[in-house]
């Protein structure tokens, strides 16, 4: 079992910056690959990045590519998602997600509570 807290969200202006945090706590943070998902209200819930156990670049969203970059600190069981000039539509509940991943893939185990990013006009 992981259990994982997602942090860092908050109301921002459009073309603003954030930085959301996930810790682990449980089974062995660097086995897992790791992850983040959104979902807007009235919307699925849609794959945003993620990022291998050994680091390295991430694999994202095209919707996201260039503006948020995933990273991890295995020492710290933390996962972190920098999100830059961002728009309204990046609105949503962002999820923190642990599982299993190789390059193009990502099947996700565990699940963050979520943390709600607010982007204002």
């Known amino acids: 079992q992981v259990q994982l807290v997602d942090t860092g969200g908050g109301l921002v202006q459009a073309g603003g910056s954030l930085r959301l945090s996930c810790a682990a706590s449980g089974r062995t943070f660097s086995d897992y690959t790791m992850g983040w998902f959104r979902q807007a209200p009235g919307k699925e819930r849609e794959f945003v990045a993620y990022i291998r156990w050994s680091g390295g670049n991430g694999y994202y969203a095209d919707s996201v590519k260039g503006r948020f970059t995933i990273s991890r600190d295995n020492a710290k069981n933390t996962v972190y998602l920098q999100m830059n000039s961002l728009k309204p539509e990046d609105t949503a509940v962002y999820y923190c997600?642990?599982?299993?991943?190789?390059?193009?893939?990502?099947?996700?185990?565990?699940w963050g509570q979520g943390t709600q990013v607010t982007v204002a006009s």
């Open positions: 997600a642990a599982g299993s991943g190789r390059e193009n893939f990502f099947s996700p185990s565990y």
